[in-house]
């Protein structure tokens, strides 16, 4: 099966989601995981995909491979993570975050967001998030449009952060978030669950870059029923 525009590579999917379920605690230091067919079966692909994944995980610290004997979780407490600062989870726990691009246009920027970049003019963005393929959430996020003349839908993938570093040299160093409820905006698709004018979850974000400048503001408003927020202190 071909991948979605803007997917990442199906080997990062699996290991993208075990490190999101080992913050979960779905995954405890220690934990054996099952034998490597048996995964492979379980997340659709080859087992060469899945030894990849493996490889990819124990190069980032988190499984400890014991020739002979099989994979071991390591959980750490800090893990390079394409989804690091995603802060939405399924109430099972973890789960592969994805999106689907809604529209991109360039705009004046909107006042009811706090002050962000140099532009007069932002990169308005909505999507449609998903967590394990169920539709939890819908952002708007405003990129300050001093960073690129246009953007298209084709070109966005999943991570914003991770487009941000690759195409513009932005490095996302921090965030802050103002969470809350809010009425889910007319513009959310049917697919969302919730119509429009519901309460919702409501997340007010800046993102900034390591030179203290905010690049970037966004609203995500998501369904409580579905998703959870959750920030862990270490």
């Known amino acids: 099966m071909p991948q979605p525009p803007g997917a990442l ?58 020739q002979g004997s099989g994979n071991y979780i390591r959980a750490r407490a800090e893990v390079r993570s394409v989804y690091s600062m995603f802060r939405l989870e399924s109430h099972r726990g973890g789960g592969l975050p994805t999106a689907e691009v809604l529209a991109v246009d360039r705009l004046a920027k909107p006042a009811d967001l706090p002050a962000f970049g140099t532009a007069p003019e932002g990169h308005r963005i909505r999507r449609l998030r998903r967590i394990g393929g ?4 819908v952002e708007e996020i405003w990129l300050d ?12 993938p999943d991570s914003l952060y991770l487009f941000y570093r690759l195409r513009f040299g932005l490095h996302i160093a921090r965030a802050e978030d103002r969470v809350g409820v809010g009425s889910v905006p007319d513009w959310a698709p ?5 119509p429009a ?4 979850g409501h997340v007010v974000r800046l993102s900034f870059a390591p030179d203290g ?13 579905r998703a959870a927020y959750v920030a862990r202190l270490r």
């Open 190 to 194: 049917a697919a969302f669950g919730l």
């Open 213 to 225: 400048l905010a690049a970037e503001a966004s609203h995500t408003w998501f369904d409580p029923a």
């Open 197 to 200: 004018g519901a309460v919702a």
């Open 145 to 156: 449009g001093a960073y690129a003349t246009r953007l298209s839908a084709q070109e966005l």
């Open 9 to 66: 590579p199906r080997y990062q999917q699996i290991s993208e989601t075990l490190i999101r379920e080992i913050a979960a605690g779905r995954l405890v230091e220690g934990e054996r995981l099952p034998p490597e067919r048996a995964m492979a079966a379980d997340h659709g692909v080859a087992v060469g995909t899945l030894r990849k994944a493996l490889a990819d995980l124990a190069e980032r610290g988190v499984v400890e491979r014991r």
């Open 134 to 137: 169920e539709a939890v959430a």
